[in-house]
């Protein structure tokens, strides 16, 4: 991947985070950086020209607007799509498991997963199944689907079953291991939603209440103020 108007470096960090959206998400990482440069470009020109203070602001909205853009495009949507994975993966996962333990080999199993299963990762899983009808072993699709997860955890669980393709070696074990720190980082994160939720009452009634109250308290002043 080349292009002398952007650094490899720039190309390969946008490519990495468009196969983080997913299959279903056809982002050209050319459009998004064309598009992206053709906006900076016209807000500098718009804030330079149009405003007193352009020499100020243009180059403060451009550089925000170069920088956010990713964020929001890109960063944003992969933080979300990443917590939705990792809780499809507590039940694909323990469904996988359930499978194997009948005798069915890997592949077996992660068809009949994908077919009792309607979420975002056994869509994943269903394009390794379809690259691997295409001709593709299924170490090289699950290793392509590695490069569509933003979830260090899954990725792991990925490399078990590579492995366990590989060598005939048992996955049951490792996937009870992985799934069980799934779990106790979905609890871990529902401890931390908690233990902010005293932290955001405080807030609303620092926010609303307190100036309520003042408003009550100093309204019939102000009024008397006023008739006066």
Do not use: C, W
């Amino acid at each position: 991947m080349n292009n002398k108007l952007y650094r490899n470096k720039t190309l390969n960090r946008i490519d990495i985070k468009t196969k983080f959206l997913g299959s279903n998400k056809h982002l050209n990482i050319f459009t998004f950086l064309n598009i992206r440069l053709v906006i900076t470009l016209l807000l500098f020109i718009f804030f330079l020209t149009e405003f007193k203070y352009g020499y100020f602001l243009a180059p403060l909205i451009s550089i925000l607007f170069y920088i956010l853009i990713e964020f929001f495009v890109y960063d944003i949507p992969i933080r979300i799509r990443k917590k939705e994975l990792e809780k499809d993966a507590l039940i694909f996962f323990e469904f996988l498991a359930l499978t194997l333990k009948t005798g069915h080999n890997l592949r077996e199993s992660l068809t009949i997963a994908t077919q009792n299963m309607n979420n975002e990762l056994s869509f994943e899983i269903e394009k390794v199944l379809l690259e691997v009808n295409l001709g593709k072993s299924l170490k090289e699709a699950l290793e392509n689907l590695k490069k569509r997860i933003p979830s260090d955890s899954i990725n792991n669980i990925i490399m078990n079953l590579i492995a366990a393709n590989n060598y005939g070696t048992n996955i049951n074990e490792d996937l009870k291991i992985s799934l069980d720190y799934l779990k106790r980082k979905k609890i871990l994160q529902n401890k931390i939603k908690i233990s902010k939720i005293p932290v955001k009452i405080g807030l609303v009634y620092v926010l609303l209440y307190i100036p309520t109250i003042v408003f009550i308290t100093l309204a019939p002043l102000l009024v008397n103020y006023l008739l006066k």
